[in-house]
């Protein structure tokens, strides 16, 4: 079994995967399984997760894709506010230059971030929603559980990305999955094996120094 720092050190986005690789479910179980442990508010366990793979997936694709293009999403705000923006550029900046594309290359930006709305070709599509009356404190808990479920994937050689650009389209995403209007959809979530082929999966996005984040108080 791996050490749990290198499961942790070693995740990272997927942003694309292999198609005709499903991922067994009984892994998929194992994982959702350590993940449920995860703690929250009261134990409300608020997160509640709908998963789309074969056709369902496919028809949730081609309507979010009939979405996009009807009314293309303003992804340039992504629920950034207007002072934590440079970050958005910044990541994009690199994400794209590990794909290959140039700064002023609009079209090719456009191509790459249209994989967001078919989960870059992985074959378990997830939404992650909780129930609209919780506020921050249980979707803390919703995050607990999303992380200890993206690292028990990890541990079993599987790859994922939790994607906001999919609630840019609540209405489809409601209609294609049955998600009742008593809960709000957070962010989606694509699983499925990583394709080791693409750069971009291999990217090492930088964190703060700890110092930059956390502060100790001591007098
Ligand atoms: C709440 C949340 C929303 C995200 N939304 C997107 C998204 O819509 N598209 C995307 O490509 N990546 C998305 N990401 C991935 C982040 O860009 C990524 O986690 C961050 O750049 C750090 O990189 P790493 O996950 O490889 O360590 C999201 C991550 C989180 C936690």
Not at 69 to 82: D, M, T, W
Not at 104 to 113: E, L, N, P, S, T
Not at 182 to 202: P, R, V, W
Request: contains cysteine; hydrophobic residues 45%.
């Amino acid at each position: 079994m791996a050490e749990f720092s290198d499961v942790v050190r070693s995740r990272r986005s997927s942003r694309m995967f292999l198609p005709d690789k499903p991922v067994p479910r009984e892994l998929l179980d194992e994982a959702l399984a350590l993940a449920m442990r995860a703690p929250s508010n009261s134990n409300t366990q608020p997160w509640h997760v709908f998963f789309a793979t074969g056709e369902r997936r496919v028809r949730l694709v081609d309507a979010l894709l009939t979405a996009v293009e009807a009314a293309p999403p303003a992804i340039g705000s992504a629920g950034l506010p207007p002072q934590f923006a440079n970050l958005r550029r910044e990541t994009g900046a690199l994400v794209y230059g590990a794909m290959g594309i140039a700064r002023d290359d609009a079209a090719g930006r456009w191509a790459a971030q249209r994989h967001n709305w078919e989960f870059f070709k992985a074959p378990v599509a997830g939404r992650v929603c909780m129930h609209r009356d919780f506020g921050n404190v249980d979707a803390m808990g919703v995050g607990m559980f999303l992380q200890t479920l993206l690292l028990a994937l990890n541990e079993r050689g599987i790859g994922s990305c939790v994607q906001v650009s999919i609630s840019f389209y609540p209405d489809v995403l409601r209609e294609q999955l049955g998600i009742p209007t008593d809960l709000t959809i957070l962010c989606g979530l694509s699983i499925g094996y990583a394709d080791e082929a693409f750069a971009a999966n291999h990217l090492d996005t930088p964190r703060n120094p700890i110092s930059e984040n956390v502060v100790f108080l001591d007098d």
